[in-house]
């Protein structure tokens, strides 16, 4: 059901405001330094972020 994560985050469009990583069903994001960041290693692909 996982698959390789292939999420890439656009830093200078992040305004940081975290509802990617509340959202995210494999626990594939998370804050760092006020700004999304891929941290996980599995992801659903589900594209809600």
């Known amino acids: 059901m ?3 994560v292939t999420t890439k985050i656009d830093f200078d469009l992040c305004i ?3 509802l990617c ?7 594939t994001l ?3 330094n006020g ?8 992801s659903l692909n ?4």
């Open 35 to 42: 700004k999304a960041e891929v941290t996980g290693d599995r």
């Open 16 to 18: 940081g405001y975290g």
């Open 46 to 49: 589900c594209g809600q972020c």
């Open 30 to 32: 998370s804050m760092r």
């Open 21 to 27: 990583i509340q959202v995210c069903p494999a626990r």
């Open 2 to 4: 996982y698959e390789k």
